[in-house]
């Protein structure tokens, strides 16, 4: 599979789950503000959970991102790509 494809398909699971962490914080504050304490406790505690998972991922996705191939041609750039120009 294409670097592209599986990098657009974690972005999208990523996403889904900051998604999802947000409905549940928002269904968090609309139990409470119809005085459902103990369900509103439980979207708030799921909501905190997933929100901290987003984090690790998104940290873990920074550290870990696809290096572009030419990377050794970003780092040294007197670096030639193996063809000499004496030949």
Known sequence: MPASVTTSIGRNRIMDLLRWTITFLV??????????????????????????IFIVLFILGLLFRPRPRNFALIRNPRRTTGISASA
């Open 27 to 52: 269904l968090a504050l609309i139990a409470a503000v119809f005085g459902f304490g103990g369900i509103s406790d439980t979207f708030a505690y799921f909501g905190k959970v997933l929100f901290f």
